[in-house]
């Protein structure tokens, strides 16, 4: 079993940044990508981004491309997403995912996810 907490949400005007951290624990070794979804209200939930934690490859949507940032420390078995330029339209609760595969865009495809994190951009 795989355990996630994710941090780093809250509240920040349009234009500004916020980084989310995702702290991995139990068999952390099975571990093959880590990523991100979001959900807004009333909408389903949608990729953000993801990272490969062998090869450090990163994917992205489309509307977050060139405004987040995904990384990871393999050390503390970290993930983090850095959004900068925020949008109003980022507002969502944000969940961090992990899978023993490759990385994959469907939410169906991550096992384990974290709590979730509220991110609220105000106009």
């Known amino acids: 079993q795989v355990q996630l907490v994710e941090s780093g949400g809250g509240l920040v005007q349009a234009g500004g940044s916020l980084r989310l951290s995702c702290a991995a624990s139990?068999?952390?070794?099975?571990?093959?990508?880590m990523g991100w979804f979001r959900q807004a209200p009333g909408k389903e939930r949608e990729f953000v981004a993801a990272?490969?934690?062998?090869?450090?490859?990163?994917y992205y949507a489309d509307s977050v491309k060139g405004r987040f940032t995904i990384s990871r420390d393999n050390n503390k078995n970290t993930v983090y997403l850095q959004m900068d330029t925020l949008e109003p339209e980022d507002t969502a609760v944000y969940y961090c995912?992990?899978?023993?595969?490759?990385?994959?865009?469907?939410?169906?495809?991550?096992?384990?996810w974290g709590q979730g994190t509220q991110v609220t951009v105000s106009s």
């Open positions: 995912v992990a899978r023993q595969l490759a990385v994959v865009r469907d939410a169906s495809g991550y096992p384990y």
């Open positions: 139990g068999r952390t070794s099975s571990i093959y990508a």
């Open positions: 990272i490969s934690r062998i090869t450090g490859s990163t």
